[in-house]
């Protein structure tokens, strides 16, 4: 992690914040909006330098557009809002621009211990969610596409699901946007593990992508 001097942080906490280890990226505000701490795992899931981005306006930097094109990285965003009266901020998504894509970012927020001389940090900790969103709409549109009139799925004649207890946990999952490693740490499984049940379940359903698994278990009642 490579922090910047700041005269209003709370003593040690920028130190303090150096030494943690985390697979999400991690990257620390002050109350001006200024990037005062950018992780290397920062540098890792939303590709800048740290050098690049330190000292400059967060919502500058990230961007971030949530649905309906509504730019939730402004200035005095909600976040900042909710630190200065002490309050919790529930994770989010949010699109960025990452070159000539667009990618999804899930952010959590913590509050750093402050003092009335000393505000506290506003703590990000973001990872890439581009493909749960991906599989998530692309699921969502096309089991809506199934749907009857009266907004329900309908099962095929006498449909009775062919799959076991396990594989419609890993489908159900996958249809929630879950990649392998997800469903492996969730059901306490190796992802070498999951990976057959993915493939015994297309097998039996009689399809060739994770996708159309979802859109078949959607037929079956599974999803």
């Known amino acids: 992690m ?6 209003g942080s709370p003593d040690g906490i920028l130190d303090a914040l150096d030494s943690l280890l985390t697979a999400d990226g991690m990257f620390c505000v002050d109350w001006d909006q200024r990037i005062v701490q950018w992780s290397e795992s920062a540098e890792r899931v939303i590709g800048l330098k740290a ?3 330190v000292g400059r306006s967060c919502y500058e930097v990230i961007g971030g557009i949530r649905l309906f094109a509504y730019p939730y990285c402004q200035p005095d965003c909600p976040v900042l809002a909710n630190a200065r009266r002490r309050r919790t901020t529930r994770d989010f998504d949010v699109r960025i621009e990452s070159g000539d894509e667009q ?3 899930n952010v959590s927020i913590v509050l750093t211990e402050g003092s009335e001389r000393k505000p506290p940090l506003v703590m990000h900790l973001v990872r890439d969610v581009t493909e749960r969103r991906s599989v998530d709409s692309l699921s969502a549109a096309a089991i809506r596409d199934e749907k009857t009139p009266n907004g329900r799925v309908p099962k095929e004649a006498g449909a ?3 799959l076991s207890r396990r594989e ?3 489908i159900r999952l996958l249809a929630h946007g879950y990649s392998t490693p997800s469903v492996a740490e969730a059901l306490g499984l190796s992802p070498v593990t999951v990976r057959n049940h993915i493939t015994r379940a297309m097998s039996k ?3 060739h992508s994770r996708l159309d698994a979802v859109i078949r278990a959607a037929r079956y009642g599974i999803v």
């Open 103 to 105: 990618r999804w970012l």
């Open 51 to 53: 050098n690049d981005v």
């Open 2 to 7: 490579k922090p910047t001097e700041q005269a």
């Open 160 to 162: 009775v699901s062919p």
């Open 205 to 207: 359903l009689g399809v």
């Open 168 to 170: 419609e946990q890993v």
